[in-house]
């Protein structure tokens, strides 16, 4: 086997010189004064690149990425393939070779959808980096062109589901729709976590999951059950030993996207507003913990799946001022004690 690139050797079969760029083979001519010429051309061409090869055009990076992408969740890898796929079209930048793609071509293509939130935005931006710099690291090409690129900050979703519109859909719910309502309120757990939740999870009261986006370092996560909701876990296991806990009334198993799209038609079929969403009922039960209740902010923390209290203040406090007046009366009554 010859190795990637080596220096002119004559092939007697074709009667011609010949050496191996990158794994190929290229004829050099049948003259050697000329052949070794050619060869000295090529590594230059090929220095001048950085030993990129000019057919990886940006659908080609995309799609190595994805064809790669085993680590994702199904759910994830079809996001990013619908993501890619509007990028390369409306952008007009699939056939475009990687070397002339630049960072305007991107932040032309999200500012040309004003809808998105900055989240939003980030997270396109970060998806389309993400594949580019993993041909960089696989040495398909020789370096991100649209490393410039402008991100734009995350920001707090300001939107978020009021008591009364969260009343009024779960009021509005029925059946399979609103068992796992119940299951999302009173636990605070991530959609995907109580549709990914399966009988073999249940653990008296409990239901510990191996495959989880809690911290890395972190085993399991474990869903606490209030008593009522216990009850109402074991009802639906009944005599099982295996499947999903929670299913729909065609008895199939959740799916976040699903559950996302339940929401939305509630959200028409009411008239409620923007803040109707599926993962509002975590925020409203992480806010109701902090806020309403005396519970310990790292039991919160832990009990929403975060390995410290730096996401639960970053991500899901708000400042509710007639809990600050609270707490301002509590610090108050202490002084005057000590006073």
Not at 58 to 67: F, I, K, M, Q
Not at 159 to 188: C, H, M, N, P, Q
Not at 289 to 301: L, M, W
Not at 302 to 331: C, N, V, W
Request: hydrophobic share 35%; charged share 35%.
């Amino acid at each position: 086997m010859r190795k990637s690139n080596c220096k002119p050797y004559w092939r007697t079969a074709k009667q011609a010189w010949y050496c191996t760029i990158e794994g190929r083979q290229k004829s050099l001519g049948k003259d050697e004064k000329e052949a070794r010429a050619r060869y000295r051309k090529l590594l230059r061409q090929k220095a001048a690149l950085g030993g990129l090869d000019a057919n990886w055009t940006v659908r080609r990076c995309l799609d190595h990425y994805l064809e790669n992408a085993s680590r994702f969740k199904a759910n994830t890898l079809r996001n990013r393939q619908q993501l890619f796929d509007r990028f390369c079209s409306e952008a007009k930048v699939g056939k475009l070779r990687i070397t002339d793609l630049t960072a305007d071509h991107l932040e032309a293509w999200v500012a040309a959808h004003p809808g998105w939130s900055p989240s939003s935005r980030r997270t396109a931006i970060n998806s389309i980096m993400a594949a580019i710099n993993y041909c960089v690291k696989r040495k398909k090409i020789r370096e991100n062109p649209i490393s410039g690129v402008v991100r734009p900050k995350w920001e707090r979703r300001k939107a978020v589901i009021g008591k009364d519109d969260e009343r009024a859909v779960y009021d509005a719910s029925r059946g399979a729709f609103r068992a796992i309502l119940t299951a999302l309120r009173e636990t605070g757990a991530r959609p995907g976590e109580l549709c990914k939740a399966r009988v073999e999870d249940y653990r008296d009261g409990m239901i510990v999951l191996t495959e989880h986006k809690e911290d890395r370092h972190v085993e399991t996560r474990t869903i606490h059950l209030t008593p009522s909701l216990r009850e109402e876990v074991e009802r639906l296991i009944g005599g099982r030993t295996t499947g999903p806990i929670w299913t729909n009334s065609r008895g199939k198993p959740w799916k976040p996207d699903t559950i996302y799209c339940r929401f939305k038609r509630a959200r028409k079929d009411l008239g409620l507003g923007d803040g109707v969403f599926p993962y509002s009922l975590r925020h409203n039960f992480a806010s109701d913990a902090i806020n309403e209740s005396d519970a310990n902010p790292a039991v919160v923390a832990k009990l929403l799946g975060h390995s410290g209290m730096e996401t639960l203040m970053r991500f899901y406090f708000r400042e509710d001022p007639e809990a600050a007046q609270k707490a301002l009366a509590e610090i108050r009554k202490g002084r005057k004690r000590d006073g």
